[in-house]
Nanobody, 125 residues
């Protein structure tokens, strides 16, 4: 059984920072790219960014460039999403998903066989 578990969400104020974690089990973590998605209330799910098995990253949203970054610690089977300068529009359920070795050019939801349960990020004053 492959499991991905997100953690680190919470309620913060605009301008605050959060670090989300995605910890995997049941797969060869070193061989997987991990993508982050988010779904805001009443909106479709959208890809945010991705980190490949070699540590290369790909941004899917211009709105998070310069504010979000992704890293991985293969020894811990964990990918981190560091979010800074959070904005109200970042409010969403954030999920991680595993695909293959490399990040896809475009984040097509159906490509991903393994998903975490999500962690909620609420940015409000």
């Amino acid at each position: 059984q492959v499991t991905l578990v997100e953690s680190g969400g919470g309620s913060v104020q605009p301008g605050d920072s959060l670090r989300l974690s995605c910890t995997a089990s049941g797969l060869r973590f070193n061989d997987y790219a991990i993508a982050w998605f988010r779904q805001a209330p009443g909106k479709d799910r959208e890809g945010v960014l991705c980190i490949g098995n070699r540590g290369d990253s790909r941004y899917y949203l211009d709105s998070v460039k310069g504010r979000f970054s992704v890293s991985r610690d293969n020894a811990k089977n964990t990918v981190y999403l560091q979010m800074t300068d959070l904005k109200r529009e970042d409010t969403a359920d954030y999920s991680c998903a595993a695909e293959g070795l490399f990040c896809s050019v475009r984040p097509e939801t159906k490509r991903y066989d393994h998903w975490g349960q999500g962690t909620r990020v609420t940015v409000s004053s």
